[in-house]
């Protein structure tokens, strides 16, 4: 290892600088020996309080001190930038002492530093600056108030703004403020830690209590105390005299009558008072104000002046007596009682009584009413309610008349209730008592006509009068069990009903009194009562013949596959009666009113009569249900547009007269009116195939009719309808005969010479016509038309005795082609038509046939057209049947063009020539 010396320089260095530090030394410990100052206890401490407290610092003990001391404290309100001295006053107090005390501090002097400067005789000592942080007190509420309750009363309280930053604890002072008391739960307050404080159920030794309250800031400690904020006070209830009952305790009313209640209370304090009502059955108290009804609402009395809602019910009021806007106050008088007595009224009515005689009888009336009700039974002694008499003894709501005659049968009963407080009387209605005599249908039991229960006196016998009445739910049957019904005379009200389904009926002479219904429903024949029915029914099976004329006033049903069978009298619908029941004309039937004895030929048939009154255009097409035998259906559909009138309808199984051979239906229609003309009739006709002649064409068929000798009118041809059985529908009768069916060509015994038709001038046509001597007509209808098809009556022109040549002048026959026919009528109302003649007036088409007669096969139509247009030409016979057609264009000009009638028979044909700009003309042809 390497050794190293100093040199002698660097070891005297170090010897000076050690008697350098020495020396220094030395000095300062003799400089401390010369200047000594005064030595504190202890510096200032921060101090953090809250605003008004008396905060303190202090400095402690002072020693060392030499000489007279003094000593000052200072303050630096800029954070210890500079101090200034301070002295005691209203902030300070101990400004020369150790101790200094801030005196109730404010966040004023917040942030503040104090030190302390003490003085001798040797120098001062000057202590650090101390911080004083003053933290703020919580506000409390100023607001004074009072609180008056009444004894008892819950709810009453005080609060205060709720800061959530504090605690709160509520005081009471039962002294005036002398001393304080938390408030808490052990003494009956809520909230008592919270800004909303609840306070015990009140009692009168609460009165004067005072309340106040600490608030704590959570965070820095510091609270402050309110003022005494709220005094309570507690009064006694109001008190009602007479022990809280109403005068009067309770009160009965009639409806719109008046009453009072009254009570009066004690207090101390102004009292106020409220009427208060409600239903009995009501939990909801209503406050009553003066009105029309009420007086004195809000005051100790009501009055009530024409009360009357809801008669019969009953009512509580009570008064409620308070000191205006005190907690608690409210009191009730006991409940009064308002009853409304309900009027007398009849609940349900005495009813109409029916009994047999020597049975007991009564009459029984449900009355409603407040308190006891009073009745009181009249008669009217059967003068219809004329005069009314007492009842002796009737005193009940129950008469009881005993057992009864009928003597007393048509009586009327009456009964008066009245009660002694609300008036009346009310009467009931006047009820009837029927006394029905012996032999009166009851139907107690059953429907069975034997039984003895179902009757009054039993079942009845050859003397007894018997009566079905309406009202029984059973009606009589007449049955195989029966055996043999026996009666004197029989009645049948109105809506009441005797069904007869076998057994016997000993008495058919009657007399009878039949307005309600009897239904014939054997099995086999039935006897129909020969009476007037108000309804006739038909059902089951067999024939039900009648043996006199029968009129039905309400119903005829035909039902089953009876029939019912005329002979040789007359079934009439009378007026205001409703449309058979049956089935329709279109359709099959199995019951049906055979207008004969019930076998066929000519003299078993047609003998009879179906007749229904008062048929006009509003009734639409009615229904005669009617055939030979019960072996066939040939019914007849009427339908007439003119006057009104009765129509009676009867069918045979023979051939119309009038020579229809070989082509007609084997059925005849006899059809009258029971007041000839003013009738306008269609008629529906329905045949079964097997009644058709061997030359029958059922697409060429018409209605005929037959004066009973000849055939005398005729509707147009057309086809037949359905398909076994078939119907013909035409015709526009004014003259009812006997009709048939038939597809032949028909002669009509009128004879007309000539008809011809001139123009007078430019705006007249002169008719003229000839008729053979032999022709007995009755009068000639001149007819016209526009089109040659759909002709009107303008004119008529008796015939007279032995005159063959007529006239007649129409002088408005406006303008274009007019055309005419004859409509002539003969002696026994047979109708015939002329051929038809045309005039031209004004220029249009000049139409002929040249020839009008031949025997060739061909003739011309001669056109003079005005237009080019496209014609049609057709013939028909006088039928209307049309025989050849062709249609052809021409030109503006003069035409003849050839016209084919080889296939004619001879006779009188109309040539039909139209265009097609509506021209038309009809020519009448003769083929030889």
């Not at 800031?217 to 105390?225: F, H, P, V």
């Amino acid at each position: 290892m390497k050794n190293f010396t100093q040199s002698a320089s660097r070891v005297y260095l170090g010897l000076l600088v050690k008697i350098i530090i020495c020396t220094i030394w030395l000095l300062c410990i003799a400089s401390a020996a010369m200047s000594r100052v005064p030595v504190l206890g202890q510096s200032p401490a921060p101090q953090t309080v809250c605003a008004g407290s008396n905060p303190t610092f202090t400095i402690g003990t002072v020693t060392g001190t030499s000489g007279t001391v003094t000593i000052q404290w200072q303050v630096s309100v800029n954070g210890g930038g500079s101090y200034s001295p301070i002295t005691n006053g209203a902030n300070y107090s101990g400004v020369n002492t150790s101790t200094l005390t801030v005196l109730n501090v404010s966040t004023a002097f917040n942030g503040n530093m104090y030190r302390c400067v003490v003085t001798d005789a040797t120098g001062n000592s000057t202590t650090v600056g101390a911080l004083l942080t003053v933290n703020a007190t919580p506000a409390v509420s100023s607001a004074t108030r009072s609180t008056t309750v009444c004894e008892g009363a819950t709810g009453a309280g005080l609060q205060v703004f709720n800061d959530a930053s504090l605690s709160y604890q509520w005081q009471v002072s039962i002294n005036n403020g002398t001393t304080w008391n938390n408030a808490t739960a052990g003494d009956g307050y809520s909230g008592a830690n919270t800004y909303d404080l609840t306070y015990p159920t009140a009692t009168l030794g609460m009165s004067g209590y005072i309340y106040r309250y600490i608030a704590t800031n959570i965070t820095t400690g510091c609270s402050a105390t309110s003022i005494a904020l709220d005094t309570l006070y507690v009064l006694s209830k109001p008190v009602f005299g007479n022990s809280g009952n109403l005068t009067p305790v309770s009160a009965t009313i009639c409806p719109g009558a008046s009453t009072s209640f009254t009570a009066t209370a004690t207090g101390s304090a102004a009292i106020a008072y409220q009427w208060q009502l409600k239903p009995v059955a009501s939990p909801t108290w209503t406050d009553l104000a003066n009105d029309a009804v009420y007086s004195g609402a809000q005051t100790n009395t009501l009055q009530l002046t024409g009360f009357t809602p809801f008669s019969g019910n009953t009512y509580q009021l009570r008064l409620v007596a308070s000191y205006p806007s005190t907690l608690g106050c409210a009191m009730a008088t006991n409940l009064g009682a308002l009853s409304v007595r309900t009027m007398p009224s009849i609940a349900v009515q005495p009813r109409d009584t029916i009994v047999c005689a020597n049975s007991p009888a009564g009459f029984r009336v449900t009355a409603a009413g407040s308190v006891t009700l009073q009745y009181l039974w009249e008669t009217d002694n059967g003068t219809n309610g004329g005069t009314w008499s007492t009842v002796t003894g009737a005193t009940t709501n129950t008469l009881s008349l005993g057992a009864v005659t009928t003597a007393l049968n048509g009586y009327r009963y009456r009964v008066t209730v009245t009660n002694s407080f609300c008036g009346g009387p009310i009467t009931s209605l006047g009820r009837t008592l029927t006394v029905r005599r012996s032999g009166t249908w009851l139907g107690a039991k059953d429907t069975a006509w034997q039984e003895p229960l179902n009757w009054c006196g039993g079942v009845p016998d050859n003397t007894i009068d018997v009566l079905v009445p309406n009202w029984p739910t059973k009606m009589p049957l007449i049955s195989a069990g029966t055996g043999t019904a026996f009666y004197k005379s029989i009645e049948i009200e109105n809506a009441a009903r005797l069904t007869i389904s076998g057994g016997v009926i000993d008495n058919m002479t009657g007399p009878f009194n039949i307005q309600g219904t009897v239904a014939y429903i054997a099995t086999g024949n039935q006897e129909i009562f020969p009476a007037n029915h108000g309804s006739l029914e038909i059902n089951g099976s067999g024939n039900k013949f009648l043996s006199n004329n029968v009129d039905v006033s309400n119903n005829l049903v035909l039902g089953g596959s009876a029939k019912l069978v005329t002979r040789t009298n007359i079934l009439t619908m009378r007026t205001g009666s409703n449309p058979i029941v049956t089935s329709a004309f279109t359709d099959p039937a199995t019951s049906w009113i055979v207008t004969g004895n019930g076998s066929a030929g000519a003299g078993n048939t047609g003998l009879g009569r179906l007749r229904i009154e008062q048929v006009d255009a509003a009734d639409g097409a009615v229904l005669f249900p009617v055939g030979p035998t019960p072996a066939a259906y040939n019914p007849i559909q009427l339908t007439n547009a003119g006057t009104v009138d009765h129509f009676a309808i009867a069918v045979n199984d023979q051939m119309i007269p009038g020579g229809v051979f070989g082509s007609g239906v084997v059925r005849t229609w006899l059809v009258s009116e029971s007041v000839n003309g003013g009738s306008n009739v269609t008629l529906s006709l329905k045949w079964q195939g097997g009644e058709e002649q061997s030359s029958f064409d059922r697409t060429q068929t018409q209605i005929i009719r037959s004066n009973g000798t000849q055939i005398v009118e005729a509707s147009l041809r057309g086809p037949a309808n359905g398909a076994n059985p078939y119907a013909r529908a035409d015709g526009s009768f004014a003259t009812l005969t006997q009709f048939s069916v038939t597809s032949g060509a028909v002669a009509l015994p009128l004879e007309l010479k000539s008809f011809t038709a001139q123009k007078s001038g430019n705006a007249a046509a002169g008719l003229t016509w000839n008729i053979t001597a032999s022709t007995t007509a009755k009068h000639f209808n001149v007819q016209r038309a526009t089109d040659g098809v759909h002709f009107i009556t303008i004119g008529q022109v008796n015939a007279e005795a032995g005159k063959t040549s007529y006239n007649y002048t129409d002088n408005l026959p406006g303008s274009g082609t007019v055309f005419y026919r004859l409509q002539m009528t003969g002696q026994q109302n047979d109708i015939a038509y002329s051929a038809i003649q045309s005039l031209l007036f004004n220029k249009t088409n000049l139409v002929q046939l040249r020839p009008s007669a031949t025997n060739g096969s061909t003739t011309y139509v001669y056109l003079q057209a005005m237009h080019e247009s496209i014609v049609t030409i057709y013939v028909t016979d006088i039928t209307g049947r049309v025989h050849a057609r062709r249609m052809l264009p021409v030109n503006k000009g003069e035409h003849l063009l050839p016209l084919w009638i080889g296939g004619l028979n001879k006779g009188v044909y109309n040539v039909h020539v139209k265009d097609s700009k509506g021209n038309a003309n009809v020519l009448t042809l003769v083929k030889q």
